[in-house]
C-alpha cells in the first residue's frame, strides 16, 4: 500500500510476516506533516495487524536517511498551536513506535539529521552503514531536541544525549553511534548491511510473537508517560519556533542548501 502525499509518500509492504515501511521525500526524505501523519498511522497499523511478525522502518535512496524536519513547513508556522501540531507529528510517531507490540528494525543507510535521530533512536534494533553520520542540529536554529529528546537519552544515555544536543554542528560518525547505542550493529555497506537485516528480521518472523510483544514491553517499560510528556515538549518547540533568531537561522539554512 502506498500512501502518496505532496512530493513524497509513505509505502508499506508485508511479506512472509515482514512489514517494511518506507518513506520518502525529494529533499533529503525531510519529514513534513503528512509524511509523519502517515509514518504514525501506518506503524500503528501494522503493529496491531495480525499478518505482521516484525516490522522494518527505511527510507528511500542510497543517499541521507533522514534530513529531519521539513524547513520548508517550518518557516510557514506563524502561531503556537501550529508549531505544537508540528512538533506532534514526532511525537505521534516516536509513541506509535514506542507502543507497538511487535519488534521494529531500523534501516540506516545515510546521514541523519535531528529529527531522524529520534527516529532511529526509537526503533527496537538499528542496524546502519558506516556512512550513517548523525547530528542533533536543533540548536542551531534556535530551539531544541524537546521532542525526540527521551527517545535519544533513553537510547544513548544523558551525557552522550547532551553532547550531541549541544554541539549542534558536529556530526558524529557511525562508530561513535553504536559505541553509545544507538545502532546495534555497523556494516561497511548496503550489502552487508541489507543481508543482516533480512537474516534478523527473518528469524524474527519465524519467533513467538506473544515472546516478542512481552520484550518489547519489558525494553520500553518507565515510558507510560510519554504520550504526555512529548507533547509538552512539543509545546516548547512549537514556541521556540516562532521567534525572530530560528526565523532567520532556517532561512539562512534553506538559502544554502
Known sequence: MIQLVKEGYVKT????????????????????????????????????NDDSKVIILK???????????????????????????????????????RKCPKLIIG???????GGAVGLVAAVDYAIATNQADIKL??????IGPFVIGPAVERKIGTAAFGALAINAN?????????????????HENVENMEESIDRLATTLAHSNPDAMTE??????????????????RAAISGRLVLSEFSKKAIQKMLSQK
Open 13 to 48: 509492504e508485508t511479506h512472509n510476516g515482514i512489514t517494511t515501511i518506507e518513506f520518502f521525500h525529494p529533499k533529503g526524505n525531510s519529514l513534513p506533516v503528512k509524511i509523519l501523519e502517515e509514518l504514525a498511522k501506518e506503524i500503528h497499523f501494522a503493529g496491531n
Open 59 to 97: 527510507s528511500e535512496g542510497d543517499g541521507t536517511f533522514c534530513s529531519g524536519a521539513s524547513f520548508d513547513e517550518l518557516l510557514l508556522i506563524k502561531t503556537v498551536d501550529e508549531g505544537i501540531k508540528f512538533f506532534s507529528g514526532f511525537a505521534n510517531v516516536i509513541n506509535a513506535m
Open 107 to 113: 534501516r540506516v543507510h545515510g546521514k541523519c539529521v
Open 137 to 142: 542540529s536543533e540548536l542551531a536554529i534556535g
Open 170 to 186: 558536529m556530526w558524529r560518525n557511525g562508530d561513535w553511534a553504536k559505541r553509545k547505542g544507538l545502532f546495534s550493529e555497523l
Open 215 to 232: 520484550m518489547k514491553k519489558m525494553f520500553w517499560k518507565g515510558t507510560e508517560h510519554w504520550d504526555t510528556l512529548l507533547k509538552e
